[in-house]
């Protein structure tokens, strides 16, 4: 097995297994450019995540501590080589973004040193939810491996991503489950002790939470335990 051939699949393999991990997805997203910049001998890799209310593509990660790039104006879909990946769902490259007419920011460009860009869309089940770029200092012909590591690595991402989404979502149902269920609890104290309808009870606990200023789950337990106690 290459060198490169080694350094792809280890890459791949990292990609992997945060996508079963616990991280928190901006700690996931610093691994993944991370991994990819050291993979791809790039000086700088973004990770874009489209949000779909704007339709706006802003950058959520990046190995570069430059304010310059990271204040760079997120990009629209169709509008620089960013917006069209993310448009037509393919690769695009750029031998020298300072001279491409597509790229929008070309004297970030010049002050960040950047020249060669591949970047590549983030796709999950058909859907583009982001954009991975990889930029070289000097000019640089990617090759057909690299294109399909960089592919692979944003297919990869994309998944791990979607999926701590999803776990954060059913956390938080599955938390204002419980509280629900607190809350009931609660007010079924008051009823039975206070004599209160169970309006009146919810309201009581709002008032409470609002003059404490702490959460309804909190009065809703701290109700219980003393009922229990």
Same mark, same amino acid.
């Given at each position: 097995?290459?060198?490169?051939?080694?350094?792809?699949?280890?890459?791949? !393999?990292?990609?992997? #297994?945060?996508?079963?991990?616990?991280?928190?997805?901006?700690?996931?997203?610093?691994?993944?450019?991370?991994?990819?910049?050291?993979?791809?001998?790039?000086?700088?890799?973004?990770?874009?995540?489209?949000?779909?209310?704007?339709?706006?593509?802003?950058?959520?990660?990046?190995?570069?501590?430059?304010?310059?790039?990271?204040?760079?104006?997120?990009?629209?879909?169709?509008?620089?080589?960013?917006?069209?990946?993310?448009?037509?769902?393919?690769?695009? *490259?750029?031998?020298?973004?300072?001279?491409?007419?597509?790229?929008?920011?070309?004297?970030? +460009?010049?002050?960040?040193?950047?020249?060669?860009?591949?970047?590549?869309?983030?796709?999950?089940?058909?859907?583009?939810?982001?954009?991975?770029?990889?930029?070289?200092?000097?000019?640089?012909?990617?090759?057909?491996?690299? *294109?399909?590591?960089?592919?692979?690595?944003?297919?990869?991402?994309? *998944?791990?991503?979607?999926?701590?989404?999803?776990?954060?979502?059913?956390?938080?149902?599955?938390?204002? &489950?419980?509280?629900? #269920?607190?809350?009931?609890?609660?007010?079924?104290?008051?009823?039975?002790?206070?004599? &209160? !309808?169970?309006?009146? +009870?919810?309201?009581?606990?709002?008032?409470?939470?609002?003059?404490?200023?702490?959460?309804?789950?909190?009065?809703?337990?701290?109700?219980? &335990? +003393?009922? !229990?106690?």
């Amino acid at each position: 097995m290459n060198e490169d051939l080694s350094r792809h699949l280890e890459a791949l !393999t990292e990609i992997s #297994k945060a996508i079963t991990s616990d991280l928190y997805l901006e700690d996931l997203l610093k691994l993944i450019v991370m991994v990819t910049a050291e993979v791809m001998d790039s000086n700088t890799v973004s990770l874009m995540l489209l949000d779909e209310k704007t339709g706006e593509l802003r950058i959520r990660a990046t190995q570069s501590i430059s304010d310059d790039y990271l204040s760079k104006p997120p990009s629209r879909i169709g509008e620089g080589i960013a917006g069209l990946v993310a448009r037509e769902g393919r690769p695009l *490259i750029s031998k020298d973004v300072r001279r491409d007419r597509r790229y929008l920011n070309k004297e970030v +460009a010049r002050k960040e040193g950047l020249c060669s860009l591949l970047s590549v869309p983030m796709t999950v089940k058909g859907k583009v939810i982001g954009v991975l770029n990889c930029y070289t200092s000097k000019p640089r012909e990617f090759t057909e491996s690299e *294109i399909g590591l960089l592919t692979a690595v944003a297919c990869q991402a994309a *998944i791990a991503i979607e999926n701590t989404e999803l776990m954060v979502r059913t956390r938080v149902i599955q938390e204002e &489950l419980e509280t629900r #269920k607190l809350v009931e609890r609660a007010k079924d104290v008051l009823m039975r002790e206070k004599g &209160l !309808t169970g309006e009146e +009870a919810y309201r009581r606990m709002q008032r409470k939470a609002m003059d404490t200023r702490r959460s309804m789950r909190e009065i809703a337990e701290a109700i219980i &335990l +003393a009922d !229990t106690g």
